[in-house]
């Protein structure tokens, strides 16, 4: 698979370009992640995304030192850090569960990776300080972990990360231990902060709405393989297999059947197709629900949910074919059981592979 | 709240029968105790009514009974800190250790001498160090020695006997608080540019303080009442504590002065105890001010 390799660089570094060539990761079996090529850019901000079991707490492990591949090599500046031991490797990590040291207060987690650096005690006192103002918690030096809020308790762990000047900042789904409001929050505080400080990161989730938001570019990984890579528009609007499609964003996966006249058609409507495929993807939002005749697909409602801006159907076409809709026209809402019909604008149709 | 508080009295009946068997099995001899190291004795050392110091005077004027509480407090040091220094691996191993079998192996090896008797252990010393046993067998065949060395007499067998006996207590010890210690402190003093030896100093025994206050405490305790390892490996004539009191006991048959020596030797195992967990408080707090 071919992948771009160069991306906007977001900050202003020059230091922090990861380089992973014929990455291989196995424990004895089958490999779990398998890398051709991947690049990062300095001060990127790059996002791995998959569903558990994908590979991406591993990318992490290997790039944080903690697991050697079996073959292949990772580079950091252009130095093979591979073999590097984790303590030696100047990644800053930060771990779904934070793992504060409980024993300390928050200013000595942050003074740790300082005093094994051997700063200078003027120097530490003064980086802590402008660590812990840059997370906003410039008044909680001398708590514990255990008396901060979870909020609180990840705003240090990325200071502590931050602190040491890590040549790459290493993110293990920070944000999952927070509740929804909290978590859209910090979505945007960790994208400015990360502009601010211009470290590379390298940010791992499985959730593809914080991917989308936060990231330059996003891998999206399945089954240990990159299976595309690309900035969070390119991922949202042209997915190149069906599980890109399925996994960033929701999608309708329709099969396109070729008609009697000579023509094309998705779900007995007739469509023009920018490109050859078997399978088209067709985002929920983009499926429009009318009053059913003309050209418009029949169906009915299976089920109908109310989410605020717009109502979320569940479908079922006249061919057993079932599908989400959640149109953006307001539009009234069809009940349960109603005969509706289905209609889009064929630039939605998303062509995927063969796959 | 009414169901918070039924529960609550619920959780205190539920304790009342243990702690009534604490009391009657352990509180009330331990005052029986006390009032007979405070009896008078006549010429035949039988106890007379009344109350007197005079058994703890005759303790601390004897250099045979209180050099006794001393050996015993200085086998306990020797003990406590050794057990530690070899405890510490072990349990690191076993809470800690991914390999099933190792794990298994280990623990098997080190705390199946609690599924013994300590007298089976410690007639086992006596077999191994006796004039003709494997030790001494193996030094004149390998032409170290002339002569069969009186292991058995030496304070080192005795030292090195109880040091096995208390060891499985230590490694329980420490294990439950080094197993409780999450991998992931460990990763991140790592990715903070921290070697084996500031991660082991900073994070790891910080949080084992538990653990390490707890298995000195009770190897500590332990190795100051000691008797049947002593006695079984060294004999009963050696200066400690355990042998003192029953030599008084039931070969002078002077019950209040075995009952003085016993709360002479109770009161310095409760103070170093005490000592010990002040200095874990203080651990704890010195490395996190």
């Known amino acids: 698979m071919t992948t771009p390799t160069t991306a906007p660089s977001a900050g202003t570094t020059t230091q ?285 409602v299976l089920s109908v949910g109310f989410a605020g801006e717009r109502y979320e159907y569940r479908l079922r076409t006249t061919d057993g074919t079932e599908l989400l809709a959640s149109p953006a026209d307001g539009g009234r809402r069809f009940a349960e059981d109603e005969s509706v019909g289905l209609t889009w604008s064929d630039d939605a149709l998303l062509p995927l592979g063969a796959a | 709240m009414p169901a918070t508080r039924t529960r609550d009295l619920r959780g205190h009946v539920a304790a009342i029968v243990p702690t009534a068997f604490v009391v009657v099995a352990f509180l009330l001899p331990l005052v029986g105790l006390l009032l007979l190291s405070l009896r008078p004795t006549d010429q035949m050392n039988n106890v007379l009514p009344g109350f007197t110091g005079a058994q703890y005077a005759e303790v601390f004027g004897t250099p045979y009974l209180w050099g006794s509480v001393v050996e015993s407090l200085w086998l306990a040091v020797r003990v406590s800190v050794t057990c530690l220094v070899l405890a510490f691996p072990l349990a690191w191993y076993l809470a800690r250790s991914t390999s099933g079998v190792g794990k298994s192996l280990v623990f098997v090896i080190t705390l199946s001498p609690l599924l013994t008797s300590e007298v089976v252990r410690s007639f086992g010393w006596r077999v191994v160090m006796s004039g003709e046993g494997p030790v001494n067998v193996t030094l004149q065949a390998l032409g170290l020695i002339d002569e069969s060395l009186p292991l058995l007499r030496s304070p080192w067998t005795v030292f090195l006997a109880v040091v096995h006996v208390l060891l499985p207590f230590a490694v329980l010890a420490l294990s439950a608080s080094l197993g409780a210690i999450d991998d992931r402190l460990l990763q991140a003093s790592a990715d903070l540019g921290a070697g084996a030896l500031r991660t082991f100093r900073s994070v790891v025994l910080p949080l084992a303080t538990p653990g390490v206050v707890a298995a000195t405490v009770i190897v500590f305790s332990l190795s100051m009442g000691v008797y049947v390892t002593p006695l079984l490996v060294g004999g009963a004539n050696q200066s400690l504590a355990g042998l003192r009191i029953q030599t008084e006991a039931m070969v002078a048959f002077d019950q209040p002065r075995a009952a003085a020596l016993s709360f002479v030797l109770l009161a310095v195992t409760l103070a170093v105890c005490g000592l010990i967990g002040l200095l874990g408080r203080f651990a704890e707090r010195g490395r996190r001010a």
């Open chain 1, 16 to 300: 922090g370009r990861v380089e992973i060539r014929g990455l291989s990761v196995g424990y004895g079996g089958a490999p779990v992640l398998e890398l051709d090529e991947l690049t990062i850019e300095a001060g990127e901000f790059l996002s791995v995304l998959g569903p558990s079991g994908c590979g991406k707490s591993t990318l992490l492990s290997v790039l944080a030192g903690f697991v050697t591949p079996t073959s292949g090599t990772v580079a950091i500046d252009g130095q093979d850090v591979t073999h590097v031991a984790p303590n030696r490797r100047e990644t800053g990590l930060v771990f779904q569960s934070y793992a504060l040291f409980p024993h300390m207060t928050v200013r000595r987690n942050l003074e740790y990776g300082l005093r094994t650096r051997r700063v200078p005690r003027d120097e530490r006192a003064e980086r802590v300080r402008d660590a812990l103002r840059l997370v906003d918690l410039a008044d909680y030096a001398d708590r514990y972990p255990q008396q901060l809020s979870g909020g609180q308790q990840q705003r240090v762990a990325i200071a502590r990360a931050l602190v040491t000047r890590p040549r790459v900042l290493l993110l293990d789904e920070p944000l999952s231990n927070l509740d929804a409001k909290l978590r859209r929050q910090m979505r945007h505080e960790l994208r400015e902060l990360q502009r601010e400080v211009g470290t590379t990161t390298v940010f791992v989730t499985h959730d593809q709405a914080e991917a989308l938001a936060l990231s330059d570019r996003v891998a999206l990984l399945a089954h240990g393989d990159l299976e595309q890579l690309g900035t969070p528009e390119e991922l949202y609007r042209t997915p190149r297999t069906r599980f890109a499609a399925d996994f960033v964003g929701a999608a309708n996966l329709l099969p396109v059947r070729d008609d009697a006249d000579g023509g094309r058609s998705v779900l007995g409507r007739p469509v023009r197709l920018a490109a050859d495929a078997g399978t088209v993807a067709l985002r929920p939002e983009h499926v429009r629900v009318v009053e059913p005749g003309g050209d418009a697909a029949a169906a009915t």
